[in-house]
């Protein structure tokens, strides 16, 4: 919860900002196209600051490097407001043309620039401390990671702009550094860009640090398991690629932490004639413009921790109970699943207490199943045993002694109708009536 104390001073007061601004912006908007699409901007950055407020009771990490893009949103956005009522009370009602309105952070547009990298950074966070609470489904992932990449690149887009600008404040004229002197002083001096510096530092270290502590713990999991066989090995083959990037990623952190030593090595010994109030400003969106790096890194980390099974398809024959189930794997992700008659078919993700549980309850007793009515069997076997009688037959043939031959039929079939409880039927009355008859005239002769 110590995360979140840093946020939630911060977030209230962004989102009175976001709403106030979104209510001057509307007061102006008219049919002005420009004032449109800043009241689209800063309504989106509204609903996502509400949208973080969800969270506030989470313990994630990444809270406390979201704090510092929210809090610039809440900034900007107050200065934005106070542009926007200056420049309406110098010009003329109903003939403004918004886009030639400035302010410290250039125009209009630039400045829906920024509020679209910290809204879409904020949203990365969001669907980050989303994950954490629950599993997604693989298409939401692969979603949420494109948007993960476009928010990087546009905000390293936005670094090297910022890298820019700097140089060129620093080859500036020292002559114009009067007409600033009034702003300068109530601006944030030498001194305090060193500590702006000396925070990215901190920022690159810690996450330097977390990237170590996904690598440790990525590889540590696998040894308490069983070895993978089938397809799972290919989940080890992810992971190999994902050792792969956190190093990439770890000297890439390794090269900036140097680039920011040198830069804060030449900050200490730059001349106090810099247009310090420009570049302190310049810094300190280098700040929050890394910690927007910070959160992209965090969510890719975040995806990359997913664990995802592939299964082609999964068939179950005639008459079979099949669980297909995995232990390693976040998401389950199976092509074709079928079933056919009298099958009964599991296929799923779970822990192992869970599986454990449930092959104990499922399985205790299914396999020793008694047949049904085993009595009810023998005895449709006895009766059709019972209802052959060839050698009496045969021996009604001979005519050796016919009325005995007509006692066994008759006893014969006296036996299989008690069996089967019914009564002879009017073609088995009638011969045994011809039957009788010649046996009665084989005797006479």
Known sequence: MAEALGIVGVLPAALTATKSLATIVKRYMDRDNTLQRLNHEVTDLSDVLGSLQEFIDSDAPILLILKGPVERCGQVCCECEAAMKKFSAKSKPGLRDWMMMEFERGNITSFMDTLASYKSTIMVGIGTLTMRRSKVAQETLEAYGEMVKNTSYNLE????????????????????????????????????????????????????????????????????????????????????????????????????????????????????????????????????????????????????????????????????????ITTLADLFDVKKVRAKNRTTQLVGSMSDQTAQKMSEGRYSSRFGKIPDDPTHVTFARDGVQRSSSAPTVQSAQEGSSAPTVQSAQEGSKRSAAAETGRKPSPNEVRKRATGGDGGTLSADE
């Open 157 to 324: 887009l936005r670094l090297q702009r910022i890298e820019k600008s700097i140089a060129a404040a620093a080859a500036a004229d020292s002559s114009t550094t009067a007409e600033l002197g009034a702003e300068a002083s109530a601006s944030i001096n030498l001194q305090d860009e060193r500590e702006v510096t000396r925070q990215c530092l901190r920022i690159c270290q810690d996450a330097q640090s977390y990237i170590e502590s996904l690598h440790k713990e990525q590889f540590s999991e696998p040894q308490t398991t069983s070895p993978p066989e089938g397809p799972i090995r290919n989940q080890f083959e992810a992971e190999l690629r994902t050792s792969q990037m956190l190093n990439e990623n770890r000297t890439s952190i390794v090269q900036t932490i140097s680039y920011l030593q040198q830069r804060l090595a030449s900050v200490i010994m730059a001349s106090n004639d810099r247009k310090p109030s420009q570049v302190a400003a310049l810094l300190e969106e280098i700040n929050v413009a890394k910690q927007c790096v910070e959160v992209c890194n965090e969510a890719s980390s975040q995806i990359q921790q997913r664990k995802i099974h592939v299964i082609g398809e999964v068939i179950a024959d005639d008459d079979t109970d099949q669980v297909v």
